[in-house]
């Protein structure tokens, strides 16, 4: 299993506005090959922003990095970017390969 965070932090004031545009978005996640499950998440909230972080999870880590290089990745972030006075610096990428699992 392969889980792909990217974080991000949205600033203060501007949660609803983010949140909207997320739930918008086509992702075109259906039906590529490995992908499991995405969720949202908000988290903390500091004096000038709120940590968000997008979380996927994926059968392996070839298959997030094939999803990258895919017709349905540049589908889903063709809009990224035309909201750029709502982030405080760019996304953060983490990605995670599993190593005990019960």
Do not use: C
Request: net charge negative; aromatic share 14%.
């Amino acid at each position: 299993m392969f889980i792909a965070m990217n974080r991000f932090r949205i600033v203060r004031g501007r949660e609803a506005e983010f949140e909207r545009i997320w739930s918008e978005r086509d992702s075109h996640l259906d039906g590529v090959p490995g992908f499991r499950e995405f969720r949202l998440l908000r988290g903390p909230e500091e004096e000038d922003h709120t940590l968000y972080a997008s979380h996927s999870i994926w059968r392996d880590r070839e298959a997030f990095v094939d999803w990258t290089r895919s017709e349905a990745f540049r589908k889903a972030h063709a809009g990224a970017g035309t909201a750029r006075d709502l982030y405080l610096g760019h996304p953060h990428f983490e990605g995670f390969e599993s190593v005990l699992e019960g």
